[in-house]
């Protein structure tokens, strides 16, 4: 299991050389406002499947 999670990360680029990349440490660390503090996530959530034009 634990050779799955690691492969997932790297193909989704959020580990390199077995360390977090910065997209990884936004995700999965802790305190990152101290670390990081100008970067952000910004996310969207649409409800339902259909794109009315």
Request: glycine share 6%; aromatic share 16%; proline share 2%.
């Amino acid at each position: 299991m634990a050779f799955e999670i690691s492969r997932l990360m790297k193909n989704l680029r959020l580990i390199k050389d077995n360390k977090l990349t910065l997209a990884g440490a936004l995700l999965f660390g802790e305190n990152t406002e101290v670390l990081l503090p100008d970067l952000y996530i910004y996310a969207i959530w649409f409800w339902g499947q259909r794109i009315y034009y």
